[in-house]
């Protein structure tokens, strides 16, 4: 624990399999804590200042309500109202506001952003989502499914739909915690091949099977869980149309489900598009724990900010 003061959460590859453990750990505790009506505020008197330059209800909300739970503040950002709107440098803006908080969590665009912004900052940062990935979703994510299923270790996880920032995390994820996890997209939208080669090698550590393919049904079948996200990301609004086409057969729906198993959990990182990436009838149906998933991010963010502030 006192080994994570300090350190940035940018991406899962700079976490070790026990260290992720137990951030989900500490997840599952602080939720308890919170339930029993515990008051628990190890960040009395801190701030976080929680920079969006693209929209956000969970990250922001669970964020905000995380700090304050922990005894802190936290502070919302625009990027529109910031200076960097203006074009000031980011790494003057990591210099000036190292000096007023004692955390930053960052949404934006380009992955750089925030790398440069963690380089130049002196107090720790946290990736709250770039085009390539999104870490925090990626906990919360897994700490749901080991309280739905008990154990994270040799599960299948089926991804459907486009290779990025989500399925990004969640498989780095699932290399490190020893989840199969196999991917259907269509051609030309698969996760970064960079990436990809990283979970395996990573994978190689705890036995975790990291499969490709084009076929939704390859990928769903036998699987404990499936998971979907949005066909456009934000930023791609321009390629809704096209988008459409390319994933038409990637509808997770009651047809699709029946190659997992009986018992499969239906997740979605929200906010979802009833009757394009996934069926009324499946993401409202009784397999679907997108609630506990969102509420998730409150306990898992708590986590991560308990640990590194
Ligand atoms: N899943 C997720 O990050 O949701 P928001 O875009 O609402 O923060
Ligand atoms: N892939 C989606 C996730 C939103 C939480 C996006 O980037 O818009």
């Not at 979605?268 to 506990?292: K, M, Q, T, Y």
Request: aromatic content about 6%; glycine content about 8%; overall charge negative.
């Amino acid at each position: 624990a006192a080994s994570l003061k300090g350190r940035d959460f940018l991406m899962l590859v700079d976490y070790t399999p026990e260290e992720i453990r137990y951030l989900i750990d500490l997840a599952i505790d602080l939720k308890k804590k919170q339930k029993a009506g515990e008051v628990y505020q190890p960040l009395k008197g801190k701030t976080l200042g929680m920079i969006f330059e693209k929209s956000s209800t969970r990250t922001r909300v669970s964020f905000e309500v995380g700090i304050y739970q922990l005894g802190g503040q936290g502070l919302f950002l625009s990027g529109n109202d910031l200076q960097i709107g203006r074009g000031e440098p980011i790494l003057d803006t990591a210099q000036v506001l190292s000096r007023y908080l004692d955390g930053i969590m960052i949404r934006t665009f380009a992955h750089r952003t925030v790398v440069e912004l963690a380089r130049g900052a002196t107090i720790p940062v946290i990736n709250g989502l770039t085009d390539l990935s999104h870490p925090c979703q990626a906990l919360a994510d897994y700490q749901t499914i080991l309280e739905h299923k008990g154990r994270l270790q040799g599960l299948k996880l089926a991804y459907i739909g486009d290779g990025n920032n989500v399925v990004h995390s969640l498989m780095m994820g699932a290399a490190k915690l020893g989840v199969d996890i196999s991917i259907a997209t269509p051609e030309g939208y698969e996760p970064d091949p960079d990436l990809v080669q990283q979970s395996i090698d990573h994978a190689k550590e705890t036995g975790a099977r990291i499969h490709l393919c084009h076929d939704p049904k390859e990928a769903v079948d036998n699987a404990d869980v499936i998971y979907s996200d949005v066909w456009a990301s934000m930023g791609q609004e321009a390629e809704q149309k096209e988008r459409e086409l390319a994933f038409a057969g990637y509808q997770v729906n009651e047809a699709l489900a029946k190659y997992a198993k009986k018992d499969y959990l239906f997740m979605h990182c929200l906010p979802a598009h009833r009757g394009e990436e996934v069926s009324e009838g499946v993401i409202d149906g009784p397999n679907s724990i997108i609630f506990d998933q969102a509420e998730n991010r409150l306990h898992a963010q708590k986590a991560i900010m308990a640990a590194i502030m």
